[in-house]
């Protein structure tokens, strides 16, 4: 049974969220490529510096093991990898992949500026044919990526086989506010404001589009942590970020 810490299920019965067609994942690697030198500043700008907040949350969610060896999904340029390994004393090694190859240009000239102790790399490979053995990694990460995969379930069930026993997945990602008004207020800015101003400051008026269309879209809450249970995750919840705004979901692989 799922620990969820609210109740919205990820469906399109309420009258706010109009069914939408989810718009294609196919090579969408190539539209972060065309955005990476904004990227970083339009997640602060958007978000009103909350993803911050969130990948410090998420850093904070690692499993009590020492030494650990961390995967991060999706890495962009890297920001969670970078969390995880500043807020947290546990991690060994972490390995870093995307797709998108300019994000990981930027994301190893961040590497390069810092003297953690902790070995990390990065590379391009597929969420969903991940290049490394069974039981590899202690915790896996995803942050806004999870959502971009062409098949979400083939990725969590990639993520559950090279986590180690015990080991746990971290996914961090947009969801819908449960409360009416703070949903009618998220929904407009994300529908009208958001696109506007991602498109004015990155020259690439599809890419935050395509954002607000794949969070319409996406299962949240109680309909992703079934996905999770689906795979063989334990112990899956669901914990809201800034009134329901994004969701950490976790789960662990306990056999």
């Known amino acids: 049974m799922n620990n969820t810490d609210h109740t919205?299920?990820?469906?399109?019965k309420d009258q706010d969220i109009k069914p939408k067609e989810a718009p294609s994942r196919e090579k969408v690697w190539q539209m972060f490529d065309r955005i990476s030198g904004r990227y970083d500043l339009l997640n602060r700008i958007l978000s009103m510096r909350r993803d911050v907040a969130w990948r410090k949350r998420l850093a904070r969610n690692l499993p009590e093991i020492n030494d650990q060896r961390v995967l991060?999904?999706?890495?962009?340029t890297g920001d969670v990898l970078l969390f995880i390994i500043k807020y947290s004393n546990r991690v060994k090694y972490g390995i870093g992949i995307d797709m998108a190859r300019e994000m990981l240009v930027r994301g190893r000239e961040k590497f390069?500026?810092?003297n953690s102790g902790v070995s990390a790399r990065l590379f391009p490979a597929d969420a969903m044919s991940l290049p490394f053995k069974d039981k590899q990694f202690h915790t896996v990460?995803?942050?806004f990526g999870i959502r971009n995969v062409l098949d979400v379930k083939e990725a969590l069930a990639e993520m559950y086989?090279?986590?180690?026993?015990?080991?746990?997945?971290?996914i961090l990602e947009f969801s819908i506010p449960a409360n009416f008004l703070i949903r009618k207020i998220y929904l407009f800015y994300f529908r009208y404001i958001l696109p506007g101003v991602g498109s004015l400051i990155s020259g690439d008026a599809y890419a935050y589009r395509y954002l607000n269309k794949t969070v319409e879209t996406f299962p949240y809450g109680e309909a992703f942590c079934r996905l999770?249970?689906?795979v063989g995750f334990q112990d899956v919840r669901a914990i809201p970020l800034t009134l329901g705004i994004a969701t950490l979901y976790r789960g662990d692989r306990l056999k």
């Open 72 to 76: 991060d999904l999706a890495t962009g």
């Open 161 to 170: 086989r090279v986590l180690d026993n015990p080991g746990r997945v971290l």
């Open 112 to 114: 390069s500026n810092i």
């Open 8 to 12: 919205p299920t990820g469906t399109t």
């Open 141 to 143: 990460s995803i942050a």
């Open 228 to 230: 999770m249970q689906e």
